[in-house]
């Protein structure tokens, strides 16, 4: 596995999903240990499928959820705010809810039918198309993507492409990825895409947890963000992750991506 891994990443495959249906949790915290040296070198984010329990222990850098997993909530609890949480979805339905509930980004697809996959019908590049121009975070297509279908699925719209047979199963993953990686920056070059994380201006913009609701900000300051919802004059008390912070500090204190937020204020009786 290390093998094929570090051929795929010399051929610049820029994220790795350790995806093993198979190995026990104690097998899979050690391979995800290994992986992890590996990725790391390469300074490559990794990602465990299913077990938000094991890419804490291995220390990887997220977790990829399916429908039937655990909400994308309990996952950051056990995660913390830093790590990645990436959901699969089939429809756009289910796409607007992911994003709506703070996924990082997610999968889109099977968009072939695939042996990796079998049984699961077929979502075609109509929905890359609807994800590409509906949904703000990373959407990556997943499901049968080879050297031979990408530019099909690069020209309906996606930018972010996840394949798992047409890279482990051939002889050389390094240069199965070089080729895929041209033609993504080939298309990226032509229409790039607007993704959370910069706005249209260029501004940085960022998600935050704004009394239990997810929420978009460009706000660099505490202040910032109570100016955002009309509330800098009101008699509140702010927290941030849980620590009340006095009013004089608000302009001085930076709200980050992740963070919780709760604007309090006085009723009578309490
Ligand atoms: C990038 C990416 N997208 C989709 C999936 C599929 O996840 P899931 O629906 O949980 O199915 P399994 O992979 O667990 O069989 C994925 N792993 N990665
Ligand atoms: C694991 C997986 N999830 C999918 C989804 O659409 O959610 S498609 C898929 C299989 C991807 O493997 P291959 O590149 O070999 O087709
Ligand atoms: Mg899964």
Avoid at 3 to 25: M, P
Avoid at 45 to 56: E, F, K
Avoid at 76 to 95: D, M, N
Avoid at 110 to 115: E, G, L, N, R
């Amino acid at each position: 596995m290390l093998e094929v891994i570090e051929s795929a990443l010399r051929g610049g495959a820029d994220i790795v999903q350790l995806r093993d249906k198979i190995s026990s949790k104690r097998e899979l915290v050690e391979k995800a240990k290994r992986l992890k040296d590996l990725t790391a070198r390469y300074g490559v984010p990794l990602i465990v499928n299913d077990h938000p329990d094991v890419a804490l222990a291995a220390d990887a850098d997220g977790v990829h959820l399916g429908q039937e997993d655990m909400p994308i909530s309990v996952a950051r609890e056990i995660l913390g705010p830093k790590r990645i949480v990436g959901l699969s979805t089939h429809r756009i339905e289910q796409a607007r809810a992911a994003e709506w509930e703070g996924a990082d980004y997610i999968g889109v697809g099977p968009v072939f039918p695939t042996a990796t996959k079998p049984g699961r019908q077929a979502v075609t590049t109509a929905y890359v198309s609807q994800a590409a121009a509906d949904i703000r975070i990373p959407c990556v297509a997943i499901g049968g993507i080879t050297e031979n279908n990408a530019d099909e699925v690069l020209k309906a719209g996606a930018r972010r492409l996840c394949a798992v047979s047409a890279i482990v199963g051939h002889d050389d993953p390094e240069a199965v990825c070089r080729r895929l990686l041209e033609k993504i920056e080939a298309w990226n070059s032509k229409t790039p895409k607007f993704e959370e994380g910069l706005n249209r201006t260029g501004a940085p913009e960022i998600r935050v947890v704004i009394n239990g609701r997810n929420e978009r900000t460009q706000a660099a300051t505490l202040l910032e963000l109570a100016a955002q919802y009309k509330l800098e004059s009101r008699n509140i008390v702010a927290e941030l992750d849980g620590e009340v912070v006095p009013r004089r500090l608000w302009g001085e204190t930076s709200v980050r991506g992740g963070c919780a937020v709760e604007f309090v204020h006085f009723v009578g009786g309490g």
